[in-house]
């Protein structure tokens, strides 16, 4: 089955700067990636997602970008505001969009 | 226009005991999925129900099943439960064949003593 593997579990940056985190994924066949956002007590929020045919994606100051050939994908936050601190999510899905994996979690601190 | 809902928020079961969760998509979503997510891991694929029926499964023993009814709302039945079970229940419900975005409910705190 599918593995997805999230690294750094835990990321600490300074208000303004930016944050960057990679997963990996091992099944070939998944094709949409989304990143979740969960806050302490809170239900998972998609914040952006990214389907197999395209390379990269940005939403004002989030952006993911996709490696089918390395299988890995990863979320790019500039400009870091507290408001950004909260545990984020990767996923790979695949069948049809109706198997999913999650990754193990990146608590982000972003410090004021 | 309600999102996803759960219920309960809390639970407390004995081990060995048997439970129901409940979950309603959002208007217009007709597929829900279930995860389990322990404390400070991310949500594992439980099941996911489409038109019914059970159309794909996690890595669960039976003793997970569930149900969806005509109106698209479905429920999680855990039996004979274990104290590893506690954890958070998460519904999240799409619209099938649109690309997976999925939206989650708040979910039902499962503790089991």
């Known amino acids: 089955g599918e593995n997805v593997e999230q690294h750094p579990s835990t990321l600490s940056v300074q208000e303004g700067d930016s944050a960057v985190i990679k997963c990996t994924y091992s099944?070939?066949?998944?094709?949409?990636f989304p990143w979740y956002k969960q806050e302490l007590g809170k239900r998972p929020q998609l914040i952006i997602d990214i389907r197999s045919n395209v390379g990269e994606k940005k939403d004002q100051r989030i952006a993911v970008t996709l490696n089918k050939t390395a299988k890995h994908f990863s979320l790019h936050i500039t400009e870091t505001q507290p408001e950004d601190s909260a545990v984020y999510f990767c996923a790979a899905y695949s069948g049809g969009y109706q198997k999913v994996t999650f990754g193990t979690g990146t608590k982000l601190q972003v410090i004021p | 226009d309600a999102g996803v809902t759960q219920s309960p928020t809390h639970l407390i079961k004995t081990r060995g005991q048997q439970v129901t969760l409940r979950c309603s998509p959002k208007?217009?979503?007709?597929?829900v999925s279930w995860y389990q997510q322990a404390l400070g891991q991310g949500p594992q694929f439980i099941f996911q129900?489409?038109?019914?029926?059970?159309?794909q499964r996690g890595n669960f023993p039976d003793r997970f099943s569930g149900h969806q009814f005509p109106n698209y709302s479905s429920e999680l039945n855990v039996n004979a439960l274990l104290l590893g079970d506690s954890a958070l229940y998460l519904c999240?419900?799409?619209?099938?064949?649109?690309?997976?975005?999925?939206?989650f409910g708040p979910g039902t705190r499962l503790t089991v003593t």
């Open positions: 129900y489409y038109e019914e029926e059970e159309r």
């Open positions: 099944d070939s066949a998944s094709n949409y």
């Open positions: 999240a419900s799409s619209k099938d064949r649109v690309g997976g975005e999925q939206y």
């Open positions: 208007s217009g979503h007709d597929t």
